[in-house]
């Protein structure tokens, strides 16, 4: 699996740490397993940890960033989600884009160098 989900007990928030480069399919399969162990946990934090990437995974042919960030946003209104950037400067922007459609539909979305940073800002 290019990815883990795990349920943080102590802060009540899911994560996701993408462990290589993967599909569109995969992305999605991410959110719907995020989706359900929120639901299962009754938790409305995310941390999507994406620094391990090292090409264009999400460029805009690809995946659709525009459909991508819909998506989230309604799957997850209202969840605070903490995106932490991959180092490929052109992942970066595909990311920033998702996470603004996701902010201009709800969620409460931010970009992170640092799972630190993150993880400071979930709380």
Same mark, same amino acid.
Not at 29 to 38: I, T
Not at 93 to 112: A, K, P, W
């Given at each position: ?28 399969? %991410?959110?719907?397993? %995020?989706?359900?162990?929120c639901s299962k946990h009754h938790c409305k934090?995310?941390?999507i940890d994406l620094r391990e990437l090292k090409?264009e995974i999400t460029s805009r042919k690809e ?29 970066? &922007? ?10 201009? &539909? ?18």
């Amino acid at each position: 699996m290019p990815y883990e989900i795990s349920y943080d007990q102590q802060d009540n928030m899911v994560k996701i740490h993408f462990s290589c480069d993967d599909a569109k399919q995969e992305h999605y399969l %991410a959110l719907e397993e %995020a989706c359900e162990l929120c639901s299962k946990h009754h938790c409305k934090k995310l941390l999507i940890d994406l620094r391990e990437l090292k090409k264009e995974i999400t460029s805009r042919k690809e995946i659709g960033c525009f459909d991508f960030g819909e998506s989230v946003a309604m799957k997850m209104f209202g969840f605070k989600i903490a995106h932490v950037l991959p180092k490929v400067a052109s992942e970066m &922007r595909d990311i920033e884009f998702i996470s603004t459609v996701e902010s201009n &539909r709800g969620v409460n979305s931010q970009e992170f160098f640092t799972v630190e940073d993150a993880l400071k800002w979930l709380k």
